[in-house]
């Protein structure tokens, strides 16, 4: 490997970890408001939601709310109700397996 391309890959790395680990050094000893602290506890669930959204409602760069040509989208109503009812995380993640190996099994 050259001495370029290693070069790159550090600085690419450094790049890469710097804009992760400096909110950390530099709020680790802040004493942020709570209101702040818990609109930043809504941040994961948003973008968790946001990727799931877009798997399950945009196939070839088009919306799909139909239900006869969009397979995810009934095993993801089926996994939301279970999860809602349950409030279990295997259940859910069970009824999600099940229910979309049968969806493409079936279609």
Do not use: H
């Not at 001495?3 to 550090?10: E, S």
């Not at 939301?80 to 295997?90: D, E, G, H, S």
């Amino acid at each position: 490997m050259s001495r370029d391309i290693l070069l790159l890959i550090i600085l690419a790395a450094v790049v890469t970890y710097l804009p992760r680990f400096l909110p950390i050094l530099l709020l680790k000893n802040a004493n942020l408001p709570l209101w702040f602290r818990k609109w930043m506890g809504y941040i994961p669930i948003s973008i968790f939601a946001s990727l799931i959204a877009t798997d399950i409602f945009f196939q070839e760069d088009n919306v799909q709310f139909d239900l006869t040509s969009n397979v995810k989208l009934i095993p993801s109503l089926i996994t939301l109700f279970v999860a809602y009812k349950t409030k279990n995380m295997i259940y859910s993640i069970l009824a999600g397996v099940i229910s979309i190996a049968l969806m493409v099994w079936l279609t």
